[in-house]
């Protein structure tokens, strides 16, 4: 695997201002993308996982605000970066798929005019434009394109939209593909081809992406590292196998509980409670409240990050080596077990 | 911090005491409850209101316009038929306020001989205040001279007509406030009715829904084509003049938007889970009706009430422009203001008052319905 | 489209019917005569009733009265206001004014209302935008012949900028369109409003829709995509509230008409309805059904040329 680094975020940090008071969303995050690699960053809705990929974009709202850190790509830092040089930089640097492709179509736009718009107005002439929208959508896989390049978006299917969607983030020819929740609102047969797509799409432009979910399952085919995030930080981090095969986090045991699995006649653990109140983000591990393992030092000090490996860092004070000895719990071990025997991720 | 190596610490974490690394317990892990005591919708939205000025100044000005209308009328001193034709169109006089010159009760007379105004049987003892102007009309000498209108037409000391008289010297202050009276009254009455018939129009639709649904709704759309104005019109020339009247020519096409909006709501709650559940159960259609799907339309029919209040106040005053207005002597605001208007230049007071308070009372009405949307408006539940 | 264009017209048609219909039986069902003229001798009345078919059982004299409308082109004779003369001229007599009037109030109305309400909600939340939404509540909450009553006695009594009538003898059209104005901004401020309001609102909406962040993330500057996205998108429902607004003015130039003496079809209107003149309030009526069924249309229409998803059908 390339091991080049072609975007690179230290200690981010967004935070909103809302009516009640200051939401930080992200709270001090650090993580690199390699070329050609998929990284999936993976939490709960709140997590500030989208909100990571706005600011990565700078769409983030005017009432958010990047507080701390630097997010550096091809030595510019885009966190700071003004205006007229984002423009250059999206979709024809880093394109972005959206999670809901029944909004973020115009409707009442055609889609082909929706894939050239930005290369006509860069430029390019209209017939080559044309040439390549086509080509694009026969890229992502939409049949008859001659004919679909002149609809609006209400005469495609969910998936076919979804295509579209993926097509435009392509038209400009990004290095960088950020894919934030791209299956969520479609159908689970239509969710397993898109997610084909983006792979071989990877594969063939050697892209590198970022892959935005809540579903571990789907992160499963898709990445080559993951970034577990909670509470607007990156609590465990590491190779698929790294987190599938041996969590460290006691927030990634509790997602991996929860995840459905074929095999497993144990009960699917839920998550208890709800993730913490932004404004006043708890003190010491947010993540405490809800976790079973929690030390009393969770309550109080925030835990440091522990290198596990070369690519494996977690953070939770059962690391510690003199805390309380804590295993993940057995369900769980035993479906990592026959994970393990299948000889596959997931 | 990033510990690069588990077994090598730094010295603050080594030093922390072991019993901080201990785990917690049960007592600290808790699936949590929620917070708050559980706050109803219509308490939410009230709470929700309260915090929005506009509206409850809105709110204010609407009752105390109400209670006016409803106080007025009655201490006046006056009654709203009560004529007086050597009192006729007397200005405005307020006591306390006429001390400042303002609705003191003088008016400017204009193009006056000037012998006349000497002349005790045309301008009565102390009634000329200040000759303003002097000038040469053809062969005589006219003047242009401020009086004491009241003394003038020989109303006894004390007598005050707040916003004056009118053509047949009536107190308008009675009449306007009496006609704000039947403006409200028309308005709600056409408001409560359309109310009725529309829920009722658009329950059937919207729960029956099949074929009984496509008969009513394509009626109401035909209904629904037809020009407001030319139905208005054409009703009331059936009906004759008359408050009965308005409501019922205002009603003809003013159910429809309601019924729509009933049928919508029906359409969207008929298939929740809660409501098919209820109808498994045995739940009868009238009970399903009334206590599992009307209820979650009654935020946005208060609000389309709401807006309609000033529409039919709207609608009175323009049918009494256009001569179907009520029955005389009774007054409206519509039927003051046109009255009013075609004597504007001479005695503006008398369409002054009437076009203040109709203005007040659309925007109180229309900034509280603005109001009552957001407070209601699902999307906002929870926020201050 | 063609099919929604056919479908607009046929039930415009059968709306015109409508008011045709309801016209004539509720006219029919008054508790008044039709026709009275006490110069007139017994013998000459009746024939005259009998001319206009008035003896012959009702459901007869409504064939006679569909009859004449779409044939002959004759909505009848006038019996009161101008006895004898036929309806059908008198209305074209007064076209004009009224044309001119109704035709300004939108011409004006439209882009100024969007252009009022694109500045708002581009500068949502400054102090301008605060100025706009204030003006909005209050030129649509006050009723339009309040203004012109207000109007009518600033501009052409206290500080006699503008005739305080309609000068249909004016010297040239500059004197004449100078008469005009007070009418048409008194009749114009409540639509610009309501255009306004409702586009500040539409565009507030798809300024935070997902599809300008896309076109955002394609790498549009904030205008170029507020342009082709936000601002032509919010454009399409507008024809929502042009349709009660063509409404809204109409009705209100019955009664600014009056107000400011225009000799048009709104005076005559109020006239016929204080005479009693059914003939013609009827003729009068259909012609303002008329009118504004056919600019309802031609919005209609122009919506569905703008809008993909009506002229292609399906879809939502």
Redesign the interface.
Known sequence: MAQETILNVRDLRVSFRAYGGTVQAVRGISFDLRRGETVAIVGESGSGKSVTSKAIMGILPSNASVDAGTIMYDGVDLAHAPENVMHDIRGKRIGLVFQDPLSSLNPIMKVGKQITEVLTRKGMDRKQARAKALQLMKDVGIPEAERRINQYPFQFSGGMRQRIVIAIALAGDPEIMICDEPTTALDVTVQAKILELINALKAERSLSVIFITHDLGVVAQMADRICVMYAGKIVEMGTAEEIFLQPAHPYTWALLSSMPDLDTRDRLAAIPGAPPNMIHPPKGDAFAPRNPYALNIDFEEEPPVFRLSETHYAATWLLHPKAAKVDMPESLARRIQRMKEAGGRA | ???????H?PQE?ED?P???????G?D?????AFATAPIGFYRDAFRRLRKNKVSMASLIAILVIILLAIVVPEISGYTYVQQNVDQKYLPPKIPGLEKLGIADGTRVMTNRKKSSISDPTRFPEGSVLEIVREYQAGKRIAVDVKVDYYKYCGVPEGVYHWFGTDYLGRDILTRLFRGTRISLLIALLSVVTNLIIGVIYGSVAGYYGGRIDMFLTHFAE?LD???????T???M??FGAGIVSIVLALTVTGWIGTARLTRAQFYRFKGREYVLSARTMGVPDRRLIFRHILPNTVGPLITRAMIAV?GAI?SE??LA????GIMPPEPSIGIL??SG?SV??QY?YL?LFP?VL??VL??A???LS?GLRDAMDPNHRG?? | MLKYILGRIGAMLLTIFLVMTLSFWIIRLMPMTIFENPEVSPEVQYKLEERMHLHEPKIVQYYYFLEGIILKGDFGTSVKLRPGMDVFDIIMVRIQPTMVLNFFSLLVSIPLGILAGTVAALRRNTWLDHVISFAIVIFISVPSFVFASLLQYCLTFLWPVFPTLYNAQAPNVWQAFRSMILPITALSLGPIATIARYLRGELIETLSSEYMLLARTKGLTQNEATWSHAFRNSMVPIANTIIPMITGIMGGSLVIEKLFSVPGEGGLLVDSIMAGDHFLTVALLIFYSLISLITILVVDISYGIIDPRIRIGGGK
């Open positions: 911090m990033i510990i690069e190596d588990r077994n610490l974490l922390i072991a019993e901080k690394l201990q785990l917690a049960k600290n892990y808790r699936d949590e035909v084509g037809l020009p407001y104005i030319v139905v019109i054409l009703f020339m059936l000033p709207f005053s323009f422009y256009i001569g179907l203001l046109s208007q504007l230049l503006p369409t076009a109709i203005s659309m925007v009405f229309n900034m603005n926020e201050e």
